[in-house]
């Protein structure tokens, strides 16, 4: 490890499991303290949380559900307290596809997937940025996205309009911020192996076929994002807003394949 965080403090949501506990013990290494942020599942915060400080950063956890603007807001109370500040806020916590065509879609589903992908990140965003102002500006932004951002599927209209909303969201919110030095930027996964894809990591012949389609003929692991998260919230990009990096294995260049 380099050290390429030290003394910054971070606030990433849903680093319970998945791709924001492997980024979050990415951080750790990389000189990191943590706020370790989760829903549902305490125990995989605590575990997220004893993973940091093994790392030797300090780290706590918050609870909240980030489709609620108060209790965001409690997030961030609680967070900033114990740390002092927080330099950088990643929005990854989110809810994945119902699978559901739009003519069969409840309006309750949509509004589950709307709400905790786009409110979530424009709520945690605002108090982050108003934070950052009190602070003398500067600090790093970066959203969780997905390839589907701009592939779409059937049945993931909810998904892949929430995750299409945040790449005009980063990119209008780093022209607002610029004037601060405060650098916005997604990162757009494709297939990884977290419990969102939980059927292919109990079944590898499921998980063979899926990546048939993927030219690197693989899934990507989570610590893969946590490490480009590493450099988006480092010096090193401090030139870097408004963009997105994708992070598939070629998925994307594959796609107009046999057209």
Known sequence: MTGRLDGKTALITGSDSGIGQATAIEFAREGADVAVHYLHDRAGAEHTRDEVTRAGRRATVVHGDIADERQVEA?????????????????????????????????????????????????????????????????????????????????????????????????????????????????????????????????????????????????AQPAEIGRLAVFLASDDADYVTGSTYFIDGGLMQNQGQGA
């Open 75 to 219: 997030m961030f109370d609680e967070a900033i307290a114990e740390f002092g500040a927080l330099d950088v806020l990643m929005n990854n916590a989110g809810v994945d596809a119902s699978g559901v065509e739009v003519a069969d879609l409840d309006t309750e589903t949509w509004d589950r997937a709307i709400r905790t992908n786009v409110y979530g990140a424009f709520f945690a965003s605002r108090r982050f940025v108003r934070h950052r102002r009190d602070q003398g500006g500067h600090g790093k932004i970066i959203n969780v996205t997905s390839v589907h951002q701009e592939v779409a599927r059937a049945g993931g209209s909810d998904y892949d309009t929430s995750k299409g909303a945040l790449l005009e969201f980063a990119k209008t919110l780093a022209l607002e911020v610029a004037p601060m030095h405060l650098n916005v930027n997604n990162i757009g996964p494709g297939m990884v192996l977290t419990p969102f894809n939980q059927q292919a990591i109990d079944d590898p012949a499921y998980l063979e076929e899926q990546v048939q389609s993927i030219p690197w003929k693989r899934a």
